[in-house]
């Protein structure tokens, strides 16, 4: 924790993370005149698209959906190559972002946040640092990476991204692997030849459904551990050509505000019609339609009970089980890789190119952990219950602990020393997603109980940064010293993220949604299942009346 050392820096706000949402953050609160202070644990800018260098690393939301658009100019000139934009392209635009703004002389890489505590008596946060992952990374010419200091600021945002936290599988014996072994999200910078290597991928959520074909063209053999099938659908990727990009620079201005008003922070057609009602043929046609698309929620939302009723969700879910049944050649994996023990949508569906298809590669096999689980890892490979498999390279493709997980990697401490991590032991307790009581001055962007992971995530950024930004405005201009959620105002905005999600499928699975996937982590609907047009108007009534349900301290 933050022992009690002076600070010898002082900043008006301290923005944890240099990532899409620490970036925007650091650009508004200049805008205002603030004094900012910008730490990121990595070796660079990026966050999730500095960390995930996996091959085939590709956001599943449309290039020219998932980019800022607080900025015409930029929204104008960028030009992008391809209609979902791998992880090299998205980190060359943040890169791109960060120069044309500006914004490098204020960020401190390689350096990680450790501990933050709220002084009181000042109602500033003293915040103690320590070298970050990306230290070594770092060129020699940014001065101070990775410095272990203290500094104090009025404000502290937490901008550490929903999944970035990784989760190793809990296995047995990791360290004791004698080959390569590699974390998707922690993927090494010179890339990794898997050029006539056994290689073994465990993990089937969109980190392996997106590495698995690429690995599988390299490598001599690969073996892949599913233990849950996943539901994916074809991305239908696509370079994008100039005609196409614009057509729709012409009508940005239109399309960003459906994206802002919509469910899921993508302009889609509203269903009308429960797929219950529909006739099979008609619900063929439409799903087949989403299918040809290569979209990640036109399925979900092709009837409005999709996720709400588990009927209606079946006629989705057996459509692309039968896609998978038609795809892959051996019935026996057909099977294996076919999901029946989730809704469709509630574990985070899928967009891949060519995955299922690689299963009937002759260099490819499935073990289903299902059947035989894994019983430890040996120096040489995997032992499973029933067999021991040796390989050269292991891929952990196992996730985050998401939504959580980064905030409390740091021991934050609120008001009387209250530790976030005790006042969260049963599960995150936020007002709004952006603010937790006894923790004055501390924003959480794109935090628990918000619509983050369930929307496009760059339309929740923007939201979240801009609120916050205009909070702070307001704050300063009538010398507000500190701003904190009443207990009151948590409890019933933590009551209803559960009542929304209850009226959910969600709950039905256990995804990382739920926390499922963190032994010991609290089960409860993470993200709010509300909408991003509702929960804005949401937020937006709140600041119009002077932040209702926070308590304002001079
Ligand atoms: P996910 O979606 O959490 O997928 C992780 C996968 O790893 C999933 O199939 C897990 O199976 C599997 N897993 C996790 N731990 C183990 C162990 N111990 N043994 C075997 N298998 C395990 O993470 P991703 O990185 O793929 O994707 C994260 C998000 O990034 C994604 O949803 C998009 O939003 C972008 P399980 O399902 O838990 O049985």
């Known amino acids: 924790m933050v022992r009690d050392e002076t600070a010898n820096a002082h900043f008006d706000a301290v923005v944890v993370g240099a990532g899409l949402a620490g970036l925007y953050m650091l650009h508004r609160l200049r805008q205002l005149g603030l004094r900012v202070r910008v730490y990121e644990a990595g070796g660079g800018v990026g966050g999730t698209w500095y960390w995930n260098r996996y091959p085939g690393a590709r956001c599943d939301i449309e290039s020219m959906e998932y980019s800022y658009s ?64 990306g230290a070594a990374q770092v060129s020699g010419d940014d001065l101070g990476a990775g410095a272990e200091e203290t500094v104090s600021a009025q404000f502290l945002i937490m901008a550490t991204g929903c999944l970035s936290a990784v989760k190793s599988p809990e296995v047995e014996g990791l360290e004791r692997f004698r080959g390569g072994c590699h974390h998707t999200g922690r993927w090494p910078h010179e890339g990794v030849d898997f050029t006539g290597r056994r290689v073994a991928v465990i993990g089937t959520g969109s980190s392996g459904i997106q590495c698995i074909p690429i690995i599988a063209e390299q490598a001599a053999h690969l073996t892949v551990f599913q233990r849950t099938p996943n539901f994916s659908m074809p991305a239908h990727n696509v370079s994008l050509d100039p005609e196409t990009q614009r057509a729709r620079k012409a009508t940005y201005p239109d399309h960003r505000r459906l994206a802002r008003e919509s469910g899921l922070g993508v302009p889609v057609d509203l269903p009308v019609k429960s797929a219950l009602d529909a006739e099979p043929d008609e619900r063929e046609r439409r799903y087949q339609e989403n299918w040809d698309k290569g979209t990640l929620f036109g399925i979900l939302v092709a009837y409005t009970d999709i996720l709400i009723d588990t009927r209606a969700n079946d006629t989705a879910a057996e459509f692309i089980r039968a896609k998978i ?31 299922y298809a690689t299963y009937n590669r002759d260099d490819v096999a499935l073990v289903d952990l299902r059947r035989s689980p894994i019983v430890e890892i040996t120096p040489k490979g995997i032992r499973t219950a029933d067999a021991e498999h ?26 009387g020393g209250t530790s976030l991590r005790e006042k969260w032991a049963e599960g995150p307790r936020t007002y709004l997603g952006i603010a937790t009581a006894g923790f004055p001055n501390l924003f ?21 940064v ?10 300063r201009e009538r010398g507000i ?50 909408g991003v047009g509702v929960y804005r108007q949401q937020c937006d009534e709140v600041a119009a009346k002077d932040y209702e349900g926070f308590t304002l301290s001079s």
């Open 390 to 415: 040796e390989f050269d390279d292991i891929v952990l493709a196992t996730g985050f602990d998401a939504m959580t997980g980064a905030l409390l990697s740091v021991d934050i401490r609120g008001k």
């Open 70 to 133: 607080f900025s015409p100019e930029l929204e104008q000139e960028w030009v992008w190559t391809e209609k979902y934009p791998s992880q090299p392209e998205l980190l060359r635009y943040i890169e791109h972002v960060a120069d044309r703004f500006d914004l490098r002389r204020d960020i401190r890489l390689g350096t990680r946040v450790a501990a933050a505590r709220f002084d009181e008596a000042a109602s500033r946060w003293v915040i103690r640092t320590e070298p970050g992952e």
């Open 466 to 475: 801009e609120w916050i930004a205009d909070c702070v405005a307001f704050l």
């Open 444 to 464: 959480t962007v794109t935090g628990p109980g918000s619509p983050s992971v369930l929307s496009n995530m760059m339309v929740s950024i923007e939201q979240h």
């Open 481 to 530: 010293a500190s701003i904190d959620p009443s207990v009151e105002a948590e409890d019933a905005w933590v009551e209803h993220v559960k009542v929304v999600g209850d009226f959910t499928l969600y709950p039905t699975a256990d995804s990382w949604y739920m926390g499922a996937n963190v032994p010991g982590k609290p089960r409860a609907v993470l993200p709010y299942c509300g």
């Open 325 to 355: 049944r038609e795809i892959v050649a051996d019935p026996d994996v057909a099977a294996a890789l076919s999901p029946t023990d989730h809704p469709v949508g509630t574990k985070r569906p899928c967009l891949d190119s060519g995955y």
